[in-house]
Structure formats: structure tokens, C-alpha cells
């Protein structure tokens, strides 16, 4: 399991199939999306969001094993909702 990410390697990843391979839950509330992961977990990936956001996604806030991203609007956090259910599933 890959805890980080070299900052020149960044560019190379599909941000949702990586959160994917973290998540332990899912949520979302209107253009909000509600990550649940281990333990510490969740400030490391919230830099990786942030390092790799695009037009879909403004930001995010990090707990210790809750992850806000904060999307443009309700459909970019429909279907980043809708993608990784489907990825986490398959694992």
C-alpha cells in the first residue's frame, strides 16, 4: 500500500482510482465529499488532493481519519462519489 507520493510523480496518478486504495468510506452532502480513512491517513492524502486537484475540485480540510474535499459543484461530487463507490468495490 503506497502511504505517499514523490512530489514529481504527482502528475502521474488517477487522483480517484489513488483514494480508492485508502478509503474505508463515503459520503457526500450536496458538493461535499465525506472521506473516511485509517487513522492519521487523512492529512497525507488531503496533500496529495491538493496537489493534484483540477477544475472538479476547490479544496480540502483533513481530520485525523476524515477527509473533506470540497467540490465545484454537486455534479463533479456526484461523480467522483459515484467512481470511487465503484473502485472500492472492486477491490
Not at 474505508?24 to 487513522?39: I, N, P, S
Not at 476547490?58 to 470511487?84: F, P, S, W, Y
Request: aromatic share 6%; charged share 25%.
Amino acid at each position: 500500500m503506497v502511504y505517499y507520493v514523490l512530489a514529481n510523480e504527482t502528475d502521474k496518478i488517477d487522483l480517484v482510482d489513488f483514494l480508492s486504495h485508502h478509503l474505508e468510506g463515503v459520503a457526500r452532502a450536496e458538493f461535499t465529499l465525506v472521506l473516511h480513512t485509517k487513522l492519521g491517513e487523512a492529512a497525507v492524502l488531503a496533500n496529495v488532493v491538493d496537489s493534484n486537484k483540477d477544475g472538479w475540485i476547490l479544496g480540502t480540510v483533513a481530520g485525523a481519519n476524515t477527509l473533506l474535499v470540497i467540490c465545484k459543484d454537486q455534479h463533479a461530487a456526484k461523480v467522483m462519489e459515484e467512481r470511487l463507490l465503484e473502485l472500492m468495490e472492486d477491490r
